[in-house]
């Protein structure tokens, strides 16, 4: 059975796409800690992050970071930070999360609830940047 992300690349469960290759796929997270926060996943599915290929973990890196360098520009933010924990739905993401302090990385503390015109205007205003790059 396929993953929730993996539904999400074939395109049976909507998302708030910021970009997408070959190999990668970023999206708003749907319960994020702020405004912008973005996951990023390879499209071949696999649980763990550390048990991707080096090439692919490697390139995610990569791909996360020109993401990153787009959130910043259309997110107010001291630094975009990444976490990793990978329990919630078995196939490798990094979370990408704008930040103005070390708080704002903090997954116990209650998500914010956006509207879906809020949702596709950050994804837009995220897009936008990264097409300036």
Known sequence: ????????VCG???SYKIAEDERYYAFLDINPL???????????ETDY???LDDELLSG???FSKKI????SAAIPCKRVGVAVLGLEVPHAHIHLVPMQSETDLDFRKKKLKLT???FEKIAADIRAALNRS
């Open 1 to 8: 059975m396929a993953t929730i992300f993996s539904r999400i």
């Open 34 to 44: 702020v405004k912008g926060h973005t996951l990023v996943i390879p499209k071949e």
């Open 60 to 62: 995610m890196m990569v």
């Open 116 to 118: 879906p015109e809020e």
């Open 12 to 14: 049976e469960i909507p």
């Open 49 to 51: 992050l550390f048990d």
């Open 68 to 71: 990153a360098k787009a959130i």
